[in-house]
């Protein structure tokens, strides 16, 4: 809590990325919460969005999904492994585009556990070609005290992002395509960059395949 001049400013969880705050503003004896992207569902480290205690009189918010109901996330998890699973059983290659702050955190949990469960993929190796991704990486592992409960209780035993079956692709150029594989690549969006080049790279061969998120694609 803060306060400038007579305004004070409140900070809460937004439950969007690691660091990512609403404010609670109030001034003159209004309420305004200004929320920016939150999300009210915790996911595998991050906190769901605080609520503050007193009703607002305004509120600015976000509405990306305002009329979309999500399924569970276990749910979505399953789905997003499974598929991975399905590509790189039938000797393909995976293609995830993803945002390189929070949403490649997550997926790079999942798969690490998942990989973890299951031997037979022990010899696939799965990569993240994101510099900045690499760069997010250094400020997770040192941040695990803004996280959630689940991942503060595992860091008594090991620091849950320092994975053991992801590694950073540190030069594409070297890469070595030489079997199935799972990379994580930024843009999100594909619109350019290194996601868009190996989706060009590998759209022709009928064995590899495409997770946008959690969203599930072939081509």
């Known amino acids: 809590e803060l306060e400038v001049n007579g305004i004070k ?10 660091g990512a705050a609403m404010f609670l503003i109030e001034i003159a004896g209004v309420r305004i919460l200004y ?13 769901s969005a605080e609520l503050p205690p007193c009703r607002p009189d305004v509120l600015i918010t976000e509405s ?4 979309h109901i999500h399924d569970r996330r276990e749910e979505r998890e399953a789905r997003f492994v ?3 699973h399905d590509i790189v059983a039938r000797g393909g290659r995976c293609l995830i585009p993803a945002f390189a702050l929070g949403r490649a955190q997550e997926l790079m949990l999942i798969l690490d556990e998942y990989w973890s469960l299951h ?3 022990h010899r696939i190796p799965i990569y993240y070609a994101s510099q ?12 695990i005290h803004a996280m959630n409960e689940s991942v503060r209780n595992k860091i008594v035993n090991n620091n849950p992002f320092v994975f053991k079956h992801i590694s950073n692709l540190r030069n594409v150029d ?16 594909m619109q350019n960059g290194l996601s868009r080049e190996l989706f060009e790279n590998w759209c ?13 694609l072939y081509y």
């Open 82 to 84: 499974g598929l991975v």
């Open 35 to 47: 929320t920016g992207d939150f999300s009210r569902q915790e996911d595998r480290h991050l906190m």
């Open 204 to 216: 022709t061969d009928k064995r590899n395949g495409l997770s946008i998120a959690l969203c599930l």
């Open 9 to 18: 400013f409140t900070a809460y969880h937004a439950g969007h990325v690691l």
């Open 132 to 143: 900045l991704a690499k760069k997010c990486m250094a400020v997770y592992q040192t941040y």
């Open 174 to 189: 070297i890469y070595v395509d030489s079997g199935p594989c799972v990379i994580m690549a930024s843009p999100g969006m």
């Open 64 to 67: 990306t999904y305002g009329t």
């Open 119 to 121: 031997p037979e993929l």
